[in-house]
């Protein structure tokens, strides 16, 4: 199976560091986020080939490039680097079409997401359902500020900081299995518009045929690294994870 880094995208949220470098290349510790990405990916007996697509010409992707040129052999998969033509996140997979030969399943990792998820087992679960799309979601939040429970009195009960909370309608992780069908569909949407979003444009249209899963992590800790300030705010969750997922050496 080949997996596909989602590397491109303006980094909005993460100014002013996207007005010099891509999101990507955030730092975190000592190394960018997507080299813990790259490396966990690598782990994986399921996965062959690591695409990484991303802004290379002219763009600030290239200095992705640039990063891993001649770490070939320490991440233990053969890396291909294809370039984000900008027609949208959905344009971005059919960028790299070419590339997903020989299998009938990809990966797709949105490269601002950290999770200690199990590939394997979820490409098992995307075969066993026969889907053409499974996204990974998490049923669990933890809030970003501290929660009180109180009584009718308004009388502090307890007081929780940052809790991990059930939620009703469990978050997308962007990360994503797909069949290679899903590109035909993809096909049809690009002919009816440049851009192409794959939330909006795509994976919203896919409930109706009943063939989208969702593979849920439960409380499995993760994180979507939006900013460098995230990531000051959330060190303890940030180590944790990069421990879970075997990427902090």
């Not at 975190?28 to 994986?44: A, E, N, Q």
């Not at 993809?186 to 969702?214: C, E, H, M």
């Amino acid at each position: 199976m080949k997996a596909l880094i989602m590397a491109g995208g303006l980094g909005s949220r993460a100014k002013p560091f996207t007005d010099f470098s891509p999101k990507p290349l955030l730092p975190i510790f000592d190394r960018p986020m997507i080299d813990y990405i790259v490396k966990y990916l690598s782990k994986f007996k399921v996965i062959d080939e690591i695409l990484i697509v991303a802004n290379l010409d002219p763009g600030k992707g290239k200095q992705i490039q640039n990063y891993f040129e001649g770490k070939d052999g320490t991440m233990n998969k053969k890396l291909i680097f294809v370039n984000d033509q900008n027609y949208g996140t959905g344009g971005a997979i059919l960028d790299a079409e070419r590339h997903l030969t020989g299998d009938d399943t990809f990966l797709v990792w949105f490269s601002d997401n950290l999770a200690p998820i199990d590939i394997s087992n979820m490409l098992k679960f995307h075969k066993k359902k026969k889907a053409i799309a499974t996204v990974a979601v998490s049923s669990f939040k933890r809030q970003e500020t501290g929660s009180v429970r109180v009584d009718r009195d308004c009388r502090v009960e307890e007081f929780l900081e940052k809790p991990v909370i059930k939620i009703q309608n469990p978050e997308s992780l962007g990360i994503y299995v797909f069949d290679k069908t899903f590109l035909r569909f993809l096909r049809k949407v690009s002919s009816r518009r440049q851009q192409i979003n794959l939330s909006y444009d795509a994976l919203s249209k896919l409930p109706k045929n009943g063939t989208f899963y969702a593979y849920d992590i439960g409380n499995t800790p993760w994180i979507d690294v939006e900013s460098q300030v995230k990531i000051e705010r959330n060190t303890s969750l940030v180590e944790e994870i990069l421990s879970k997922m075997g990427v902090t050496s």
